[in-house]
């Protein structure tokens, strides 16, 4: 089975394609890792750091994992200083690619994105709508989120009292 990542690995040794940065060992000249844009970057300046050789995963080769994890904090420490550095392992952890790679997601106040294990502080909601505010689509998303919501307090109105639902 070919690998996308192992395919853009061999473009980037042949010159081919052009990487953003590249890795190479210091005493040869054998490229370990590199940085290319995802094809649909969710913040500016999102980058994947991807070995050269495969690995299906973080897990695959704590060593290289390790070395790609070097490669990455490198890289935000440079370009990106606040930032999301996340992996996945796993189809249900939304691994898409079965080939090791590390995002690097540059973040600021109001971009919009969230995580599945954080919930926004009041602040950050107040900034992120105050920074969307004439973008006409979010707008219309968020109310439609909102109505979507009351819909759903109303329909378990009675039905759930102080964390414990309601003998019928």
């Known amino acids: 089975m070919s690998c996308v990542f192992c395919d853009i690995a061999e473009e980037v040794r042949s010159g081919?394609?052009?990487?953003?940065?590249?890795?190479?060992?210091?005493?040869?000249?054998?490229?370990?890792?590199?940085a290319i844009t995802p094809l649909n970057p969710v913040t500016e300046g999102h980058v994947l750091i991807i070995p050269a050789e495969h690995?299906?995963?973080?897990?695959?080769?704590?060593?290289l994992t390790a070395m790609v994890m070097r490669?990455?904090?490198?890289?935000?420490?440079?370009?990106?200083?606040?930032?999301?550095?996340?992996?996945?392992?796993?189809?249900?952890?939304?691994q898409t690619v079965q080939h090791l790679h590390i995002h690097v997601v540059p973040r600021t106040i109001g971009d919009g994105l969230s995580l599945p294990w954080t919930e926004p502080s009041d602040d950050f909601l107040v900034a992120h709508?105050?920074?969307?505010?004439?973008d006409n689509a979010f707008m219309e998303r968020l109310a439609g989120s909102i109505a979507r919501h009351r819909e759903i307090l109303d329909r378990l109105d009675g039905r759930i009292e102080f964390g414990r639902k309601k003998e019928s």
């Open 16 to 34: 081919q394609r052009e990487a953003l940065h590249t890795w190479s060992g210091s005493w040869t000249d054998r490229l370990y890792a590199f």
């Open 55 to 63: 690995a299906d995963n973080a897990l695959h080769s704590p060593v």
């Open 71 to 94: 490669c990455a904090a490198s890289w935000a420490r440079d370009r990106s200083p606040v930032c999301n550095i996340i992996t996945s392992v796993g189809a249900a952890a939304t």
């Open 129 to 134: 709508v105050a920074a969307r505010r004439n």
